[in-house]
């Protein structure tokens, strides 16, 4: 081992506080960044794999009854390498167990059971015999929520008529990886939402849609222009009821899943860099001073021959040390929190096989990135080193030179104690310094803030969602619509204070080929118990003519104030009507539509009617009521408020937790080391003068404050700015998530703020803590003897 | 001694010098290792120019011990550096043996430094984290022909000390350790400025001695600066300077052993 690497492990022996914080501070950067890569590159694989072998279409179209016959024509379009022809129905599972009955969709299987796109596959049980009525393959995500295994007897509303289904086999399907209708619903609901795999002819059979499809996937060959073969298939089904034909990205599921991988990918940039600029910026920082305390050393060695190469590589293999130390823990971590993500994501992916996986490039890529980061951080530093005269450096460095601020001159200083003047002096005197430092606190902040955002964000959600617009305390569906006696009636029920009622019905919107599927809420002009709110919050009106539409739903199918869009009703003579879009509201959540509820008749046409009343109750009789409604023949099912709240809140903290508190911790490093970092350097910069003020007889608490002062005054004039500069990141990361399902309001609540600012003062102090005792300890003879 | 007698047979053999003592005889019409010839020196200072060099002429011979005396200012520090290859002259020349040092490169002085001279400075200048073995290993470790660190601490008498840290090591013993550290390459220049500076009479003496042994030993060409005039009894040489020219160079007919100085 040469003496100067002897030098280099001894540096880094002395400096080890700081070199570990640095170290720390890449491990987060690699960290993050191995996480969230290695489970981008896990939900691709996993992605691909299943979409590949379970030959999962490329473009999909429904239409109202087509016959068999198209298929051919279909086929012969050009770029189209294979066509899977089905049925599809809408279907109800009055399941035990739940309020209102799940809802799903049937789809047929060809009779061989092996249809040759969007092949289900079987984990439990078997296939469906071909020309059993009674069999079906269930949707693995329903089948474990309600516990069904093969063998088990579900009851379904088949076009009406209640059947008893005999479950054979439990299914995943590259459709519905993640469980969604494509309608409501901010998250996939597991319980409420099934698919059901039949054979063919039972199908068609029970909807008299036997010899044609409504249904069509199509494989495209290599290199097919995926928008060409869609408009030759809409022309084609146009005359069958065609819906339009969609790519596969707007497949609801593959739609999710891609949001998610759009999202991992941007967190994969945002975060690293977050923290690698921190590390640079300390790298810089704890560089430089050493640099600075080292003149004399680096002056010798040049005169003792050790040329320019020999110096950068020996201050730039301290930086590599550190950067080293960092990637090996930071690649740990990587690949532990990464694989728990994809622990994570398996509950709301499901595929058939989910490795992880780590590949070596995402680790080179990230160890790579952080060298090159910590190598520019430590440059310039570097190249100062080198550039010393070796001459001229062996004289001990000049004093410093020191100005009266500004401040000082308007005479506020005199206002000060002595110990603030040496603070605002310090600071003022490098004022590049402070606003790295507070840069980086400012990021620490920042940090914390993200953490935090989505808890406060969905607070505010909760708020607008349940006490604002949902303000009913139980929600009553009918089986099917009833005239407004129903309403009446159950308001004479002991303990109901008000009763108000609804008509929702599923409809399908549409503008030229955008269309979503989701349900048309009508709305009496004085319904108080719903009401339409937006964000910011204020309360819409529903227009008296025309339809109002959730302004993310006016966004997908890129219609505002004054165009129509086509409503087709999904129930009933499913009659569809070309209707003026007259407001929109900022929802927060999901697609909604609404109208008037007079309109809406108008719409349905036959007699009023309603469909769900809504009613607050006295708490105290609130289960009785519950109960008895239940038994109630007309009732569909009874839905509680505060259920519906304690569900979302489940679901929401679930996979927000764990996101939270890494960034916390994440939040908490970055400020800790920052704050530690600037501590140690002002602590060597003027151990010199706090020694010698002690020997003149100062106390520890009054050099303490001298040099503690100025910490504090970095963490105070970086909160505000971290503060804002954590809104703005979260609102930037906010928009890289799915905006359909629900949308967080870019407003970060005062708790949030408060907790990243207590966080980053705990932090903060702890380093204080910590350098204190290193005050506390300076060696007084030691200090002054040495030539610096 | 064995240890010395080792280092003294090893130096003479590995390069194959010429006996000390011949070579001692030689010195006067003796073969110059450094040249300078009209050497001047101008710091620019802002808007004032200081001119620490106005013209030297100077040759160091081959295994010679000079002492450069002058006036704080005078600009020996800066004659120095500049035949040390720390710093080139504003104008003039310099050679070494036959390399010009004047319009060299960076690189090329480092080279020089690093294969040629040994340098001893006032504060010593070792490297705090490193023991006194390991601060001449600074050195061995990228010269070509080195003594072993260990051997080149047990000349300068501190082959007990070996392992401890300058802050563990008197003023005396530091610079003992700085020569150690300028000799272990068997450098051709030993250049030593205010060596005796930070210390007191009776440990500069025995500093002196070391810097005297070494010269007579390794035959290294030494030029010391000092203030202390009377230490210029052990030179050879004496050159004197003064506001950046040198006022006299005269040869010392009575050479004192370091044991008899008085100052
Ligand atoms: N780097 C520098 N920049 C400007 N002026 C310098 C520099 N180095 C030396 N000088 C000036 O050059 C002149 C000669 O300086 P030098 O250090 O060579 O003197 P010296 O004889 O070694 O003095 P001392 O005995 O005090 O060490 C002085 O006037 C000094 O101020
Ligand atoms: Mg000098």
């Known amino acids: 081992m040469t003496a100067l690497f002897r030098k280099l492990l001894r540096d880094l022996l002395r400096m080890r506080g700081q070199a570990v914080t640095i170290a720390i501070v890449v491990a987060c950067g690699i960290g993050s960044f191995v996480t969230l890569r290695s489970a981008y590159r896990s939900l691709l694989g996993a992605r691909d794999t299943y979409y590949e072998s379970s030959r999962f279409g490329d473009v999909f179209a429904q239409a109202k009854r087509a016959p068999e016959s198209v298929a051919a024509r279909i086929e012969a379009v050009p770029g189209v390498a294979v066509v899977e022809t089905r049925l599809v129905e809408p279907v109800m599972i009055p399941i035990e167990g739940l309020a209102e009955p799940a809802t799903g969709r049937l789809v047929t299987l060809p009779a061989n ?8 596959y079987i984990r439990k049980g078997r296939m469906v015999e071909p020309g059993r009525p009674d069999e079906a393959l269930i949707l693995e995500t329903f089948a474990t929520a309600h516990h069904l295994e093969p063998g088990a007897k579900v009851p379904v509303v088949i076009n009406g008529v209640l059947r008893q289904i005999h479950v054979v086999g439990v299914a995943l399907s590259p459709e519905y990886v993640i469980a969604v209708s494509g309608a409501q619903g901010f998250a996939p609901d597991h319980l409420r939402f099934a698919v059901l795999w039949m054979d063919r002819d039972v199908v068609a059979a029970a909807f008299d849609l036997k010899g044609s499809f409504d249904d069509v996937s199509v494989r495209l060959q290599p290199g097919a222009r995926s928008a060409e073969v869609r408009d030759r298939i809409d022309a084609i089904l146009k005359p069958y009821g065609g819906y339009g034909a969609v790519d596969r990205s707007r497949q609801p599921s593959s739609f999710f899943v891609d949001s998610e991988l759009l999202q991992l990918e941007s967190y994969a940039t945002i975060a690293p860099a977050i923290f690698l600029g921190v590390a640079a910026f300390l790298v810089n920082v704890v560089l430089s001073r050493l640099v600075h305390l080292q003149r004399p050393q680096i002056a010798t060695l040049k005169a003792l021959g050790y040329n320019d190469r020999e110096i950068a590589v020996h201050y730039l293999s301290i930086v590599l040390v550190v950067v080293a130390a960092g990637s090996l ?5 990587g690949a532990w929190l990464g694989r728990g993500m994809l622990g994570l994501y398996q509950r709301y992916y499901h595929f058939p096989r989910f490795d992880y996986r780590l590949d070596a490039d995402v680790v080179g890529v990230g160890v790579s990135v952080s060298v090159v980061a910590a190598m520019l951080g430590g440059l310039t530093v570097v190249w100062r080193a080198v550039r010393l005269p070796a001459a001229e450096a062996m004289k001990p460095d000049a004093p410093p030179t020191y100005r009266r601020s500004l401040l000082e001159r308007m005479g506020i200083t ?3 104690g002595g110990s603030a003047l040496m603070v605002l002096r310090e600071m003022t005197r490098r004022p590049l310094r402070t606003l790295l430092s507070c840069t ?10 993200v953490g ?19 303000r009913e305390d139980l929600t009553v569906s009918f089986v099917r619509p009833v005239d407004g006696r129903v309403s009446r009636e159950l308001a004479q029920l002991p303990g109901v204070l008000r009763v108000e009622s609804e008509r929702v019905v599923p409809v399908r919107v549409r503008k030229g080929p955008r269309f979503r599927e989701t349900t048309i809420t009508g709305l009496s002009r004085d319904a108080d118990l719903r009401r339409i709110v937006e964000w910011p919050r204020r309360i819409v009106e529903v227009p008296e003519e025309g339809v109002l539409l959730s302004a993310a739903l006016a966004r997908v199918l890129d219609v505002g104030v004054g165009d129509s869009v086509v409503v087709e009703v999904l129930e009933g003579d499913r009659r569809s009507r070309e209707v003026r879009v007259a407001a929109l509201a900022n929802e927060m959540f999901g697609l909604g539509v609404y109208m008037s509820l007079p309109s809406l008749q108008g719409l349905l046409g036959g007699a009023p009617a309603v469909s769900v009343a809504l009613l607050t109750v006295d708490a105290r009789s609130e289960p009785q009521l519950d109960a008895r409604l239940k038994r109630l023949p007309v009732v569909a099912g009874v839905a509680r408020r505060r259920e519906i709240i304690a569900q979302f809140e489940r679901q929401s903290a679930e996979s927000m937790n764990v996101t939270s508190v890494i960034l916390t911790i994440f939040g908490c490093v970055i400020a800790v080391a920052v704050v530690y970092n600037n501590a140690r350097i002002a602590l060597s910069m003027r151990g010199r003068d706090l ?47 799915d905006q359909e399902t629900y949308r967080m309001p870019a407003v970060v609540t005062p708790d949030v703020y408060a907790l990243a600012v207590g966080v980053t003062i705990a932090a903060a102090v702890a380093s204080a803590f910590v350098v204190r005792r290193q005050l506390d300890h300076l060696d007084l003879v030691g200090v002054l003897k040495a030539r610096e | 001694m064995v240890v010395e007698e080792k280092v003294r047979r090893s130096l003479r053999g590995a390069q194959g010098r010429p006996d000390v003592t011949t070579e001692r005889a030689a010195i006067g019409g003796g073969e110059a290792v450094l040249f300078a010839r009209g050497l001047t020196k101008v710091y620019r200072m802002g808007e004032v120019d200081v001119v620490a060099l106005r013209g030297i002429d100077v040759e160091l011979f081959r295994g010679e011990f000079v002492v450069l005396l002058g006036a704080s200012g005078s600009g020996k520090s800066t004659l120095l550096n500049i035949l040390g290859g720390l710093d080139v002259p504003t104008s003039g020349e310099v050679r070494y043996c036959d390399h010009d040092l004047s319009a060299a490169a960076e690189s090329t002085l480092t080279r020089y430094r690093r294969e040629h001279v040994g340098f001893v400075f006032q504060f010593y200048n070792l490297i705090p984290s490193l023991t006194a073995r390991e ?11 080195p003594i072993a660190p260990e051997d080149a601490l047990s000349l300068v008498g501190l082959a007990e000390r070996m392992d401890h840290f300058p802050s563990e090591l008197s003023g005396g013993e530091q610079q003992r350790v700085a020569i150690a550290r300028a000799i272990a390459k068997r450098p051709d220049l030993v250049l030593c400025d205010e060596p005796t500076g930070a210390l007191d009479y009776r440990t500069g003496q025995i500093v002196l001695e070391v810097l005297s042994r070494v010269n007579r030993e390794l035959g290294a060409t030494t030029a010391v600066i000092t203030h202390n005039a009377p230490i210029a009894q052990m030179a050879d040489r004496i050159i004197e300077m003064s506001d950046g020219r040198i006022r006299s160079v005269r040869e010392n007919a009575a050479k004192l052993s370091p044991a008899d100085l008085r100052w």
């Open chain 1, 691 to 737: 020694a010698s003020l002690r020997v003149l007889g100062f106390t520890r608490q009054e050099i303490s404050s001298v040099l503690l002062g100025e910490l504090g005054a970095h963490v105070a004039l970086a909160l505000v700015p971290g503060m804002y500069l954590g809104k703005l990141l979260a609102s930037t990361m906010m928009s890289a998530t």
């Open chain 1, 329 to 333: 823990l930071g690649v740990a971590l």
């Open chain 1, 113 to 120: 059971g092996n249809p040759r796109l969007n092949a289900p």
């Open chain 2, 135 to 145: 601060n001449v290993a600074l050195v061995t470790d990228i010269a070509e022909a």
């Open chain 1, 440 to 449: 980086g606190i400012a990021f620490g902040v920042a940090v914390v803030v």
């Open chain 1, 414 to 416: 005199r206002l000060l």
């Open chain 1, 452 to 470: 935090f955002y989505t808890r406060g964000a969905l607070d505010v959600i909760v708020d607008l969602q349940f006490e604002q617009a949902q």
